[in-house]
């Protein structure tokens, strides 16, 4: 069984806001204070794909970023959770890519690998937040697609996904080959890599592809939103703090307004 | 000039919450795009739902009534709609980005070569060109877009719109249309279904919320808020770091990624305000934060604001709560 991994690197999306800027020049993050991390939900997927190999005899794990060089970092860290195979794929003039497009180039990268039993996304990327690329790809490829998935199991050719539904949960079944977009969960909270793994993940290759290795539609290349303007709104609340010497004190005085907020 | 098209859930006839902004949003867009606003609604009950849409906003409704498309079911519902997009010659598909939405609007945006945006809050005409915001970066920032395809697929992030209100008097056509569906392309099917053992109110619905962060350092942290919510009378909520942690179900998850709510009052106890967690209570009318540090975000969202370490406080509210309401109903 071929599980592939699709990682995105993030502009770390726990940088509180007061460090948070946008670059009017490029409409970008300023990055000067951040650091650019593995998308949060891509990771909770990476650590699903690696718990299902390890149960599933035979099974590899090939993580795939589309990204430039420093999108590595990523691919590394892929290893150091002990996946088989790590390629990335790039060209120069990508540059404003949406997931429309990202879902097109990952789709040819897949095929080019000869398919795969399974492919897994996290739902939605912490910085632009699209929540396409999942499903787009199941398009591209012509295969099923089950969103929102917190756990995956195997049954025989049967390919069974916990999900987030509208009141509560569903398990959808499958045949493979299939798309699943994974969210959080405590099943796929991710690992804190060996020391021993992370020194292995050093040495190991990272394979590169270009736009010529895979048989790209230069339409769907294209970008199919851009986007023009970026901008932090201003929400701030002015705070009143309530004074007391302990803890009832504080209590009896939130109690008071709450009262008078009428509220309750 | 745009014509848009509005996927309308419904239910026997009922249109959702979700359906409504869908339509205030739709027939909006159509107005400043000089074109025409039209709604497709599928399932048994659609003729019904039609003349809600009608009511709701829409010039026109298509229906799509068929027994397959009794219970919700992707690829069925995926042939549907890109079927009636194609019909309908608009050029704008706009549907809620929920549960349902996040199923369908990559991929019928892939059928019908048109762009994507999803978590969609409003939208400006520039120039005579559309500009669709959208926050981003966790809600830290909003974008604005333009579409660089003939056509688009739009999804709506629920409750960021008042629904549409309704108007007997408004009059439209309505076509049903025939669409060939078969259940060959059924693959992937529902196994189980396990509805949340919530109980009391739904977080959606609450008046009044009291959540927990990773600042309650376990699951007995929880009972202290659910002594709380009691005498309130609320619901109680979670940052997903508490969910994470397996403290309580996912289902108390509020941010982005979880409920989005709108209560009167709202008590952050051990939370730091992540803007992931804001941005699920933006329309939130009071929010009371609790939390030991006096630098965390989450003071930069509240109206009142208590400093301290929420064991000292949390109890002795409920005690004092329960005092004073007891007085007050007399
Ligand atoms: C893509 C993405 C989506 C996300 N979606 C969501 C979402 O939908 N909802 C969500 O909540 N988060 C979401 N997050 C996570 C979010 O970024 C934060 O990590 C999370 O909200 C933090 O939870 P917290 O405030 O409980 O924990 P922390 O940030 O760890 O804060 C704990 C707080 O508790 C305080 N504290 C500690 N001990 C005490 C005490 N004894 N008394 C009082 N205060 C105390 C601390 O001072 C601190 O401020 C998302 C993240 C990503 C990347
Ligand atoms: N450039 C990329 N390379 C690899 N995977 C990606 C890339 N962009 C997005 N993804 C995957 O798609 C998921 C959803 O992203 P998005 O649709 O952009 O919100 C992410 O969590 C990743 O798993």
Redesign the pocket.
Known sequence: MHIVV???QVLDPELPPRYFKIDPETNRPDDGVADMVM?S??EN?LETAIQLRDKIGGATVTA????DEDSEDVLRRALSFTADRAVRVWEDEWENLD?QA?GHI?ARTIQSFGGADLVL?????SD???????PVLAEELGIPCVTLASELAVEGSILKATCEAENGYQVIDVPSPAVF?IVSSEKNVPRLPKVKDIRLSRSKPIEELEADDLEIDAERCQPAVALRKVYVPDREVACEFLVGEDGPELASGLAGKLMELKVL | MANVLIYANQQGGNLSSNAREALAFGSSLARSANGETAAVLIGPGAGTAAKEAIAFGAEKAYTIDSPLLAQYQVELYLDAISEAFEKSQSTILVLPFDRKGKDLIGRLATRSSASALTEVIDFKVEEGTVHYVRPIYGDKAYGEYTINRKKAVIGIRPKSHEPASRDENRTGDIIPLKIDLSEEVIVSTLAEKIESALSGVRLEDARIIVSGGRGLGGPEGFDELEALANVLGGAVGASRAACDAGWVPTSFQVGQTGAVVAPDLYIAVGISGASQHLSGITNAKTVVAINHDSEAPIFKRANLGVVADYMSVIPALTKALKKRMGVNTG
Do not use: P, R, S
């Not at chain 1, 996304?121 to 990327?125: E, F, L, P, V």
């Open positions: 699709c990682l995105k998308d939900y891509a997927a795939l970023c589309l990204g997931g990202v990952l996304t996290g739902y939605q990327a632009i937040e699209e929540g396409l690329v999942g977009t």
